[in-house]
């Protein structure tokens, strides 16, 4: 934790005087930060200007990334005083000021992720000391400036720009406590994220990963000729998951003439509606976006997550898994060229990815070789029971045979990933699991089994991507539904997916042999970041970090 210590100084006769660390109003009067706020909120206008009003006219302008760029390999020794000739405006916020006696400042400016040096003296200024000191106390870090000099070094090499003109205020930092150099109580943490993005350079490259991610994601596609679109959000039934959704009433349509409620949801899933577009004729399409699902809070699950899910007409599980492995291997060099420090620190760990060919494990021989004993030929819930107690393992608390099948993946083959330290695929899982896939009889050994065509990407024991070829059949597909239902009214699993019939009856126009791909952004930037808590990744933490900011 860290406490903030009110400082106090001598004020001094002229004006209104604020250090990065004192205010002075008049002589002999001592005042602490508060005082600052204060002043500052009797006139608001005179310190948050109109950018327009403190921009020089005869100053060329650069972000500080630009003026590093420009400046970093100049031989200043060339130019008299070792300053270039032209002036520069620079701005952005004060990281650090750090005084030499009352007539020198250096600062330390940060735009845009880069930071730049700034020298601030009485004599380039053509000031007295006092006349500096008034002008320029008023300044603390926090604070954003808009600065006029000249681009060149200190001698000790360090790039600067030297001012020639007083520091322009652009917005005051008025909080009252000392920013602290870093946070490590994890309540405030996730209570307070603002001040740990100004603290905390790790968990904004966290973000910045994402954002990098994400643009790498959208370029692969947009190269491949996909068309990004957007579907909506709030619907009615229908799910294209196996979740929970969240539920409200729309006011506007809450009268619908016979007394009842039009109730809508949140989507868990953009999959329908976009299947729906390829229905439509859109062969090749992309979604980036939220989805919602009314389930529980540990460190990879939050309620409101991003997704991305293509889908494309008349290609199979081979040419998906191949698809897989580009965008992985292009995603991680993007990264790698702007060499971000948590992910060169996770490099090693990901080298996997540079080869762009994964293992692929098929679920029944995989399950039965892990286990010793082969799956019972109908796999039933009374069956899958028996199962688990053949090979010693718990039966779950839900017993319905897709959690039952479920339960199997997740320690004999998911686990796969963590004992070889690289990413796996898991293909063709029984039907039961994918009532949305394309599914085929496949026979092992002596039986047969009803099984979709469909994988799943794993990597250290998390699922990353679900893909699978779509069920196009309307008649197959209505039945899967309906076998669906059956399982949630039987075993009262309020995850089963939600039949939207209306969905069975746009089959009918005819959907082509379809691929689909969906994969969880958020728990890929934890990979590639190295975080262990999904709320690292969001914004604002999780929902319950949401609710208390």
């Not at 491949?224 to 196996?242: C, H, K, S, W």
Request: a positive charge; hydrophobic letters at 35%; charged letters at 25%.
């Amino acid at each position: 934790m860290w406490i903030n210590r009110a400082r106090r100084c001598v004020v001094r006769r002229r004006g209104v005087s604020i250090s990065g660390r004192f205010i002075s109003t008049s002589e002999n009067e001592t005042v602490n930060y508060a005082n600052r706020k204060n002043i500052i909120e009797q006139k608001p206008h005179g310190y948050y200007p109109p950018i327009d009003t403190i921009r020089p006219n005869d100053a060329k302008r650069a972000r500080i990334p630009i003026f590093r760029q420009s400046f970093e390999t100049v031989d200043f020794l060339q130019y008299p005083n070792k300053r270039y000739p032209e002036l520069y405006n620079i701005e952005g916020k004060i990281i650090s000021i750090r005084k030499s006696g009352k007539a020198m400042y250096f600062i330390d400016l940060v735009q845009d992720g880069a930071k730049v040096q700034i020298m601030a003296s009485n004599k380039l200024m053509q000031m007295s000391a006092q006349e500096f000191d008034d002008a320029h106390a008023f300044f603390r870090k926090g604070d954003f400036i808009s600065c006029v000099g000249y681009p060149s070094v200190t001698n000790v090499g360090e790039l600067s720009l030297k001012l020639c003109r007083s520091i322009k205020l652009a917005s005051p930092c008025l909080n009252l406590m000392t920013i602290p150099d870093k946070i490590k109580d994890r309540g405030l943490i996730n209570s307070n994220r603002v001040l740990n993005y100004l603290v905390n350079s790790d968990l904004k490259q966290r973000l910045m990963i994402k954002s990098i991610v994400i643009q790498a994601i959208r370029q692969f596609f947009v190269k491949r000729d996909f068309m990004e679109v957007q579907t909506p959000i709030l619907g009615g039934y229908g799910t294209g998951a196996n979740a929970e959704p969240f539920r409200t009433v729309l006011n506007a349509l809450k009268s619908t003439g016979d007394g009842s409620n039009k109730y809508l949801q949140l989507r868990v899933a953009p999959e329908l509606w976009l299947k729906k577009l390829v229905i439509s004729g859109f062969d090749k399409i992309f979604e980036i976006g939220q989805n919602f699902r009314n389930e529980g809070i540990d460190l990879t699950h939050n309620p409101e997550f991003t997704t991305c899910e293509f889908y494309q007409s008349f290609t199979n599980l081979n040419e998906l898994m191949i698809l897989t492995e580009e965008l992985f291997k292009e995603i991680l060099d993007t990264l790698k060229e702007r060499k971000l420090s948590l992910v060169q620190k996770q490099l090693p760990s990901l080298s996997a990815f540079a080869s762009g060919s994964f293992p692929k494990y098929e679920f029944i021989p995989t399950l039965e070789l892990k286990t010793g004993i082969p799956l019972p030929s109908q796999l039933t819930a009374e069956s899958l029971i028996e199962y688990h107690k053949k090979i010693g393992l718990e039966v779950p608390a839900l017993k319905s045979p897709s959690n039952l099948l479920d339960n199997l993946s997740s320690i004999y083959l998911e686990s796969i990933s963590q004992d070889t330290k690289t990413p796996i695929f898991i293909y063709n899982q029984p039907s039961l699991l994918s009532p949305l896939a394309k599914s085929a009889i496949i026979n092992y050994g002596s039986r047969s089994y009803d099984i979709s065509l469909r994988f799943e990407l794993f990597i250290q024991g998390k699922e990353y991507v679900n893909s699978y070829e779509e069920e196009n059949s309307p008649f197959e597909q209505s039945n899967k539904f309906k076998l669906q239902q059956l399982a949630k009214t039987q075993f009262n699993d309020n995850e089963m997916i939600i039949p939207d019939w209306e969905y069975i009856k746009l089959m009918e126009y005819g959907l082509p042999p379809t691929g689909g791909w969906g994969c969880g952004i958020d728990r890929l930037c934890m990979l590639f970041s190295g975080s262990e808590r999904i709320e690292d990744v969001l914004s604002f933490g999780n929902i319950r970090d949401v609710v208390r900011q």
